[in-house]
Structure formats: C-alpha cells, structure tokens
C-alpha cells in the first residue's frame, strides 16, 4: 500500500495525458466542498430528539453552526501544517490521507449522531473533517501547475472551483438521502452522514489514485518558457521556510484575507439585504418587510433563496473565470481589478438598492462574487509566480491561515456592524449602507497590499546546491521544472 | 497507453465529474430562478 502512495510511483510515463490531472483534482475538491453545505444537516439534527420539532437535549442550529468554523479554522491550520510534508511525500498520499479525514470525519459524525455527543461532532466534521478539508485543498495545487506551466491559473481556478461547487451536488443529495433515510424515530442524519462519508471516501481515493507528478524537466508539445522575461513570474524557487519572511508573502496574506473578508461579509448579509432593502417590491406588494404577512414573507424568503443560489453560482464561474483571464491579465493586474471594480461595486450597492433597482443590486452582487471566488483561484498562480513551483503547495497552505482569519472578520464585522447600528436606532434596511462603505475599505487595503508586490528580493532564493538538497529530498530528480 | 486511449480515458474522467457537477448546477439553478419570478 505504502508503495503505491510514494512519489516516485506516481511519476506519469511518456505520453500521458496531462488533461487527466484536473478531473483527479476536481473529484477531490468537489467532495470535500460539500463543506459550505453543511448547513442543510443542521435544521434536521436541531430535532433529532423531538423528531418533529426540538425537545429538551436538542442541539440549538447555533450550536452546530460551530462545526463549520471549526472545519474552517481546520482547514487553514492543517495546509499551513502540512504543506511541507505534502511536498515530500507527494499529492497522491496527501489525497489519500484527506480521503480518510473527510469520509471518516463524516463516519465519527454519524456516531455523534447516535450517541448524541456534540463534542464527537466537533471532533469528526470540525477537527479532523478540517484537516481533510486543509489537505485536500491543497494536495492538487503543485501538481497542476507543474503540468501546466502555459496556464498556471487556469488549472488551479479548475481544481479550486470545485470546491466551490461541491455544496451545489452534496446539498441537494443530502436532502435526498435524509428523505429517503427518515423514519417515525429518525431524521435521517446519521444514516445520510454514513452514506456520504462513503461516497466522498470512494471519490476522493479515486482522485488521489488519480494524480500523476510530470516526469522531470517536462514541458507541453510545443510550449517553451517565455524567451522575454516577465520580473513578477520568476524562474527561480524559494524554500517554504523562507517565503514566509518575505514581505511579499505578507502582502498576499493581506490580498487574500481582504478579498475573502469582503466576500464573506457579503455572502453573509446579500440575502437578507435583498429581502429588507425592497421589501414588498420583491413581490408588487407595498410595504417594508416587516410590514407584510407571513404568507409575503415567505414568498420573499424564496425569492432571497433563490438570489443565493445564483449567487453560489457566479461564485464557482468567476473561480475558472478570473483564473483563466489571470493567465493573460497577469496576477497583480487581475488583483487590481478584483479591488478597483470591487471598490466601486460595494460602493454602489446600497445605491442601487437606495434607486430601488432591482436588475441592478442584483447584477451587482453576482460580480462581486466572482471576484470572491476569483480571489481564491488566482491566489496558487500569484504564488508560484512569485516563489517559484518547488514549494508552492507548502507556500500556499501556510497561505490560508487567511483565509481561517477572514472566515471570523468577516462575519463579525458585517454582524457587529449591524447590531450597533440597529441598536442606534437605523432602519435595518438603511443599517447596511454603512456595512458596504466598510467592507469597500477592507478592499482598499487590499487594493494597496497588491500594488507593493515587487519581485522577490535575491536573498531569499535558494541556491543550486539547495535546491538540488531539497529535489533529493522530496524524491525528486533531473533539472529545475 | 497510446494517444488516442490517453484521451478516451480523460473523457470518461471528464465525465465521471462533469456530469455530478452538471446535476448540482441544475439543481442550483432550479433554486435560482425563483428570483426571475
């Protein structure tokens, strides 16, 4: 078993073809994306005791809630962790080590479940479901980009939006299988979790058994590096141990927690900032919210529903989208216009609500989000462009330590916000503005962070005899690739 | 593995993720357009 995990199995053979590697990715990013629905268990299991409705010993959704930053925290924490020895022992067992965090997180789940244990919940999904999350995430990135050096954003925007879109099949399929597993003494869950943990182990192991490290000095048929050189793609490498000292390792820590901030914030608060800033007009009704019956509100409910789904959607397209469009824009370019447009478009959000057009808010905040998921997929070129590809992976793991920071400022601060100026006496369809003006000034400081980005001073690359001390040690062999 | 076989199994493993992505995308968008009603 061991054997077939090591890097030196997984070297492909002449002739293999390199459009193999991203579905092997997207099998394991669109598993564990079923991450950003785990919400779609936690109204069922806030009645697992009562069935029908809570009972004493129901866990509130508040309490479950918890699993998802925790799973989130996980995730940063576990990249950052083991970003370096994913680099030495290859993707393929990064996979497989993520397939039995994530499967078996969902496995120890299903136990918290029966034994009604919130703490084994918090253990299995949260903690070492995170630490699936942290090392599937990473584990195609290094590859991807080393097998496609001629389009280094758009492999990993194809890797990356899968996670994105992992929650549009597991949420629906959730649903189905509860249904199905239900019973007058069950909601289903445990069973759900069982089949699921099963599914994601299977597809995961697939995708892991899928990856191929290019052989070395491999370049594609007829592509050669660029003969004019570009300052801010280098062709040298930095250790992982050194990028973190660089300033430009900070200043794309600041990109990516301020356009994930931002975009967090936003994803939070669109919907309900839907529903509260047109009310009635939602429905050719008159009225604010507040205002209408509780069928209205309902019929809103739906409408501010189906504005999430589409915006989950421009999420996953804006991931390949911008992804792509970096590989000719070139990745600070790209970053200029997720933070110029950005600023402008938040900016003029509660405008558009304020003018009462509809087409607009909404045509608005669907931009917004594919620059959201832009920002994560265009994150593992910048770096590579930066630091070379020896270490990107590791690099990029310690790199998501902001995204768990921006999975808790963001919330809080479009929650904090909110309740302050409500609790000052603003309309809460008016409380919003101030929270748009906000996030737009978490975008100018990103905005900033991205135009210091300067090429990576000289100190800190390694040297032939460290870099081919680093090649022995990651199994590696054969000329800088 | 020659040519030719190279890329009928990258279609199939194409197909083996594009096809539960492409259910997600319809369910989403069946969601969706309940914003356009």
């Known amino acids: ?481 | 593995m020659t040519r030719r076989t190279g890329w009928l199994v990258a279609a199939l493993a194409w197909a083996l993720v594009g096809i539960p992505l492409c259910w997600g995308v319809y369910k989403t968008l069946q969601t969706a357009v309940k914003l356009f009603r």
Not at chain 1, 217 to 239: S, Y
Not at chain 1, 343 to 354: D, E, R
Not at chain 1, 386 to 407: C, D, E, N, Y
Request: with cysteine.
């Open chain 1, 1 to 481: 078993m061991a054997g077939w995990l090591a890097k030196e199995r997984i070297v492909a053979p002449p002739g293999f073809n390199r459009w193999l590697v991203p579905p092997a990715a997207l099998a394991i990013h669109l598993s564990i994306g079923m991450a950003y629905g785990l919400s779609v268990f936690w109204l069922p299991l806030s009645r697992a005791i009562g069935i029908t409705a809570p009972a004493a010993g129901d866990w509130k959704v508040s309490t479950l809630g918890w699993t998802f930053s925790l799973g989130i925290v996980f995730l940063g924490l576990s990249a950052a962790a083991f970003g370096r020895w994913l680099e030495r022992e290859g993707p393929r067992k990064a996979g497989v080590a993520a397939a039995f965090c994530w499967g078996g997180g969902f496995a120890i789940g299903a136990l918290a479940v029966h034994l009604h244990n919130i703490w084994l919940l918090y253990l299995g999904l949260g903690i070492i479901g995170g630490c699936g999350l942290g090392l599937g995430y990473i584990s195609p990135v290094s590859t991807l980009i080393k097998w496609f050096p001629d389009r280094r954003g758009m492999a990993t925007g194809m890797a990356i939006m899968g996670f994105g879109g992992g929650a549009m099949i597991g949420s629906p399929l959730a649903n189905i299988l509860m249904n199905h597993f239900k019973t007058a003494t069950s909601v289903g869950v445990r069973e759900t979790f069982l089949t699921m943990g099963a599914i994601y182990f299977v597809a995961m192991l697939a995708g892991a058994f899928g990856y191929r490290l290019p052989p070395p000095g491999w370049q594609p048929a007829g592509w050669a590096p660029p003969q004019q050189a570009n300052v801010m793609i280098t062709a040298r490498q930095v250790h992982v141990s050194e990028a973190w000292r660089t300033p430009q390792f900070w200043l794309l820590w600041t990109v990516l927690c301020m356009n994930v901030s931002a975009g967090i914030g936003v994803i939070n608060m669109a919907s309900p900032m839907l529903q509260e800033v047109f009310g009635g007009r939602l429905i050719a009704a008159a009225g604010a919210l507040k205002d209408l019956s509780d069928a209205q509100k309902v019929q809103v409910a739906t409408i501010g529903a189906g504005f999430a789904a589409l915006l989950s959607l421009f999420n996953i397209a804006g991931r390949f989208f911008w992804a792509s469009l970096s590989d000719y824009l070139g990745r600070k370019r790209t970053y200029f216009v997720f933070f110029a447009l950005g600023f402008v478009l938040y900016a003029l959000a509660p405008t558009a609500g304020a003018a009462g057009t509809v087409p607009l808010f909404v045509a608005i905040f669907c931009i917004i989000l594919t620059m959201y998921g832009g920002g994560f997929a265009t994150i593992p070129a910048y770096l590579a462009d930066m630091f070379g590809v020896v270490h990107v992976g590791a690099i990029h793991g310690r790199l998501l330590t902001a995204w768990s920071t921006a999975g808790v400022l963001g919330p809080v601060l479009v929650n904090y916000i909110r309740e302050y100026q409500i609790g000052r006496g603003v309309p809460p369809a008016q409380a919003y503005t101030t929270t748009m003006y906000i996030l737009a000034a978490l975008l100018v400081v990103g905005f900033f962070a991205n135009l210091m980005v300067r090429p990576v001073a000289e100190r800190y690359f390694m040297s032939d005899v460290q870099l081919a001390e680093e090649r022995r040690k990651a199994h590696e062999g054969g000329a800088a690739r």
